[in-house]
C-alpha cells in the first residue's frame, strides 16, 4: 500500500496568515493527488485534484503543487472559514489512501 | 441535483453482520464507480472500497477483505456495503462517495452525509 504522510499534524494560525501543508506518499503517484477539507459533523470537500487543479468554486486562496512523492497545499491567506482539518489522497494505486490529517485551528 | 444518502447504520455486538445502502440521484449512475470511506470517531479518513460502474471490478482496503463486500444495483442506483464478523475498531461513520470523473480517478466531489456504523459488547 502507498502511504501518505501529512505534516505537520496541527497547526495554530491567524487570520492573514500564509498556511503550508506537506503531504509525502511512500512511492511514486505521478499527480494523482487530492485535497479535501473537513469541518466537524460533516462529509470532506473536494478542494484540489490532480495534485494542482482547484475544484470548482473553490477559493482561489487555495493551491496545490507537487509530483512524485512530494505534495503541498497552500492557503495564501487564511480565512475564518478554513480553519478545519485537511486530508490528501493518493488515487494512483489501489488500494487507495489518505493521509493522516492536519488540523488547522485559530492561534 | 446530484446526492447520495446512506442508510443502515446501527449499534450491535461484535461478530453480527451489518448491511449499508446508498441511494444515488441526480446523475447517470451506472457511469459511475462507486467508493465507501470510513471515519472512526476522532480519527481520519480511511479508504474502503470501491466498485466499478458495470459491478465488474471490485477493490477493498487490505485489512478488511474477507469481511467486507462491495456491490451494486445499477437499476435501483444503489451501492451497498456487506460488513460482516464486525469488530468494536469497525465503529465509525460510513461515507459513500462519487469520482468527480467516471473516466478516471481524480477525486470525490459527491459525499453521502454518512450513517453511524457502532460495534460494542
Redesign the interface.
Known amino acids: 500500500d502507498i502511504q501518505l504522510t501529512q505534516s505537520p499534524s496541527f497547526l495554530s494560525a491567524s487570520v492573514g496568515d500564509r498556511v503550508t501543508i506537506t503531504c509525502r506518499a511512500s512511492q511514486d503517484i505521478s499527480g494523482f493527488l487530492a485535497w479535501y477539507q473537513q469541518k466537524p459533523g460533516k462529509a470532506p470537500k473536494l478542494l484540489i485534484y490532480g495534485a494542482s487543479t482547484l475544484q470548482s468554486v473553490v477559493p482561489l486562496r487555495f493551491s496545490g503543487s507537487g509530483s512524485g512523492t512530494e505534495f503541498t497545499l497552500t492557503i495564501s491567506s487564511l480565512q475564518p472559514e478554513d480553519f478545519a482539518t485537511y486530508y490528501c489522497q493518493q488515487v494512483n494505486n489501489y488500494p487507495l489512501t489518505f493521509g493522516g490529517g492536519t488540523k488547522v485551528e485559530i492561534k | 441535483q446530484v446526492q447520495l444518502v446512506e442508510s443502515g447504520g446501527d449499534m450491535g455486538q461484535p461478530g453480527r453482520s451489518l448491511r449499508l445502502s446508498c441511494a444515488a440521484s441526480g446523475f447517470t449512475f451506472s457511469r459511475y464507480s462507486m467508493?465507501w470511506?470510513r471515519q472512526a470517531p476522532g480519527k481520519?479518513?480511511?479508504?474502503v472500497a470501491?466498485i466499478s460502474f458495470d459491478g465488474s471490478n471490485e477493490?477493498?482496503?487490505?485489512s478488511l477483505k474477507g469481511r467486507f463486500t462491495i456491490s451494486r444495483d445499477n437499476s435501483k442506483n444503489t451501492v451497498y456495503l456487506q460488513m460482516n464478523s464486525l469488530r468494536t475498531e469497525d465503529t465509525a461513520v460510513y461515507?459513500c462517495a462519487r469520482?468527480?470523473s467516471y473516466y478516471d480517478?481524480?477525486?470525490?466531489?459527491v459525499?453521502?452525509?454518512?450513517t453511524l456504523v457502532t460495534v460494542s459488547s
Open positions: 467508493h470511506v481520519g479518513l480511511e479508504w470501491v477493490h477493498y482496503a487490505e461515507y469520482d468527480r480517478r481524480t477525486g470525490y466531489n459525499w453521502g452525509q454518512g
